[in-house]
């Protein structure tokens, strides 16, 4: 069975300070991929990143980065110099390369004030 | 412009009714999935469907129904044997079944009932 833990709840940060959001995961597969999810109040979910279990570079996009440790099952986000446009649920899921579906974690709600 | 569409954003039924939710994408997917989010939880799967004409349970699917009679329709049914349908609805889909194709998400229906 696949589980993802998104620890943090929630984080309350002020313009331009940097975040980072955690996320563990737990799955028997050898082979499996990982992805970020963005949820602005709108609702609807913002595809980040997919990250495959055997790529662990570590990945810049912008003010996004991503930091993978296989050996700790982690998967992290970092937003850096962060904006009020910022402020979302950000979902971490995991899924096997076999599976049809996503399991997500709980979520962590980020919100930056200006 | 290609995505997702889901109607209506908010949708109020008295309990015992039955309430359709419609999920329409343009995308040429052959992939679509539903969704449940609940308040400080991740998504559920509740049905999955790979192509026209089949569809699968996911983890949740107990008082819901769905069909797949055109690519780009998955409509699912909420229905008077789900215990607690107030939830958010989100529908997705993907090119193809899998976790190396990236799942697009629709804006999602609020459903209350009362």
């Known amino acids: 069975a696949q589980k993802v833990t998104q620890a943090q709840t929630e984080i309350s940060v002020v313009e331009k300070e940097d975040v980072t959001l955690d996320c563990v995961y737990e799955?028997?597969?050898?082979?499996?991929?990982l992805f970020w999810y963005k949820q602005p109040p709108s609702g609807e979910l913002v595809f980040l990143i997919r990250?495959?279990?055997?790529?662990?570079q570590n990945e810049i996009s912008g003010r996004y980065s991503w930091n993978f440790q296989k050996s700790t099952s982690s998967f992290n986000f970092t937003i850096t110099a962060s904006q009020v446009v910022d402020s979302a649920v950000y979902f971490c899921a995991l899924s096997g390369v076999n599976d049809y579906k996503l399991s997500f974690g709980a979520g962590t709600t980020v919100t930056v004030r200006a | 412009d290609g995505g997702i569409t889901q109607s209506p954003k908010y949708l109020f039924r008295k309990e015992g009714q039955n309430v359709t939710l419609s999920c329409e994408q343009n995308l040429n997917h052959d992939a679509m999935y539903w969704y449940r989010q609940d308040p400080g939880q991740g998504l559920r799967l509740i049905y999955y469907?790979?192509?026209?004409?089949?569809?699968q349970k996911g983890d949740i699917a107990e008082g819901y129904s769905v069909s797949r009679e055109k690519k780009e329709s998955f409509p699912l049914t909420v229905t008077s044997a789900q215990k607690n349908p107030t939830a958010f609805y989100l529908c997705a889909s993907s090119i193809g079944s899998g976790a190396t194709y990236e799942q697009y998400f629709g804006p999602g229906t609020r459903l209350t009932v009362t």
């Open positions: 990250r495959n279990s055997f790529d662990e």
């Open positions: 469907s790979q192509i026209v004409n089949d569809f």
């Open positions: 799955t028997r597969d050898t082979t499996y991929y």
